[in-house]
């Protein structure tokens, strides 16, 4: 955003005195010899104007644009100067307290509890925020009428790693199950960098959240009349048969295991990369690289690799994390691998946080049918932000997207770039804790009671997390740390879809896949005649 800026004239009043000799005794004489002594002085006033104006332009010569401000006030308005804009507002930084932390092992108290972005002078307003957040309506709509009682709430239980209860801007965590790796552990971290940003604006709250992958309430248990409100469980994907409130994924704070960087830092690597080889010079081929062991259908993939019978123009690898691990991942790195015009998507046991790391490369990202979205795929169009691919034919179905790209350079470099500058753009972290914000806020309102804080539960603060942690782990918290409260507030959320308008994007989408397989029936039938 850019910061709004002005110029701040101020007048300061010359004062002339003019004394008149009383060279003319008499007052009529007086009189006429006054005026013409009047006449004879403007007259040459503004003789020498002119000439101290033409001398300036002629000093001025060919720097005359530098001075064209100065040049233009002082003919416009010669009594007013311009001054240096007002100094930008102080940043306020809250320090991590790690020497107090270890000695008292409680959370500061200091943080601050307010934050005013919008009484910065000259602020401009913030920006609606992107699409995909209108689909928070849609995730939050099976509570609309009925809100979320404390017995809904604690029927979410069932399968939740952990209860996150906010009061007063203050997170507290009642842990039931250790999560995989460090989902739960990055997901806490950034929820606590968003109370960081957004100082007393996040409101009170309860929530139970699952850290596993798969959804698993299931819409068709809450579908009829008498039918009970669904427990809200949040989670970081979904999909059509289930009503779980998707939630941004612990890897945009980083993922340590596998030594994937915080998402600020790599999304600029990744845009870096994009600028090291133009789309026309890279492989022409479609590239899959991941671990092929948590899926059927990844294994499927495998088939379409290059053999010397058949070049299904894709090149597909398996990544053994194993040997990256021992290797210190030397061949994994992301802002690295943008060197093929065409990138594979596939979901893995569900979906995948690969998907963002292919979005942002500028290759066309070919997308095999997907079961499961995340928090931002639903805004992703066909054949604008990617070429669909079918699961049930992956290799006949990847072999046409290449050829068709490779024969239709423009509209395939397109393509990539449409779906790289969504990425840039709507996908930066400014945006995703704009998201969680809006969604928590959102959540927030349909609570039927007033939060508590349990009696097992133990307040989280960044010192909790950070000062105790090592190695990559306290790293990407130290590099994914909120500095300090945002100078803006979250940006204006949408209104949500109306169903007209909610059938029509879903039509637009479906018609978009329906007209990439067409085409594709085409061109295998076409294939065939010539065989």
Wanted: with cysteine; hydrophobic share 35%.
């Amino acid at each position: 955003m850019r910061d709004s800026r002005r110029w701040k004239l101020y007048s300061h009043l010359s004062e002339s005195i003019l004394f008149l000799p009383p060279f003319m005794k008499s007052p009529a004489r007086s009189s006429s010899a006054a005026l013409v002594f009047l006449l004879l002085f403007f007259v040459g006033a503004f003789v020498c104007t002119r000439l101290l104006n033409s001398t300036t332009q002629t000093q001025v010569g060919t720097s005359a644009q530098d001075s064209i401000l100065t040049t233009r006030a002082s003919q416009l308005y010669p009594h007013q100067t311009p001054v240096l804009p007002e100094k930008p507002p102080e940043i306020l930084e809250i320090p991590l307290n790690c020497t107090a932390f270890d000695l008292t092992r409680t959370c500061p108290s200091s943080y601050p509890t307010t934050s005013s972005p919008d009484q910065v002078p000259d602020r401009p307003s913030p920006p609606t925020c992107p699409d995909h957040f209108r689909w928070i309506h849609e995730d939050l709509r099976p509570w609309a009428h009925t809100g979320i009682t404390r017995d809904t709430l604690q029927k979410a239980r069932r399968t939740a790693s952990f209860k996150l209860v906010i009061v007063n801007g203050k997170a507290y965590l009642e842990t039931y199950v250790k999560s995989f790796q460090s989902r739960d552990t990055f997901t806490l971290w950034g929820i606590l960098q968003l109370l960081r940003r957004y100082p007393g604006k996040v409101p009170d709250l309860e929530l139970m959240f699952d850290c596993v992958d798969w959804p698993v309430i299931l819409s068709r248990f809450y579908s009829g009349p008498n039918s009970s409100a669904p427990p809200p469980l949040f989670r970081y994907c979904g999909d059509d048969r289930s009503l779980d409130i998707v939630f941004p994924d612990w890897s945009f704070w980083g993922w340590p295991e596998i030594n994937i960087a915080p998402w600020g830092n790599l999304l600029k690597q990744l845009e870096e990369g994009n600028k090291r080889s133009r789309w026309v010079d890279r492989q022409p081929y479609a590239y899959w690289k991941g671990n092929p062991a948590v899926a059927a259908t990844r294994q499927d993939l495998l088939k379409c690799n290059v053999s010397e019978e058949q070049d299904w123009n894709a090149r597909v690898y398996a990544q053994d994390w194993s040997r990256e691990v021992k290797d210190g991942f030397k061949q994994s790195d992301l802002a690295s691998q943008c060197v093929h015009r065409y990138k594979i998507y596939i979901e893995g046991s569900a979906w995948s946080v690969s998907n963002k790391y292919i979005l942002a490369c500028d290759s066309v990202t070919l997308i095999v049918k997907p079961r499961y979205y995340d928090f931002f795929t639903r805004g992703l169009m066909p054949v604008h932000h990617y070429w669909p691919i079918k699961d049930n034919d992956k290799c006949r179905s990847i072999k046409y997207a290449v050829d068709w790209g490779n024969s239709h350079k423009q509209k395939a470099q397109a393509i990539g770039k449409a779906a790289s500058n969504l990425i840039q753009e709507d996908l930066k972290m400014d945006y995703v804790y704009d998201y969680m914000f809006h969604l928590l806020s959102e959540y927030a309102k349909l609570l039927q009671f007033k939060p508590t804080i349990p009696r097992k539960a133990i307040e989280l603060c960044s010192e909790a997390m950070a000062c105790q942690a090592k190695g990559l782990e306290k790293q990407f918290m130290m590099e994914s740390m909120v500095k300090g409260p945002a100078i803006t507030s979250p940006c204006t959320m949408p209104p949500p879809y109306d169903p007209p308008s909610l059938f029509s994007v879903l039509r637009r989408q479906s018609n978009s896949i329906k007209q990439v397989e067409k085409w594709e029936k085409g061109y295998w039938e076409n294939q065939h005649k010539q065989s």
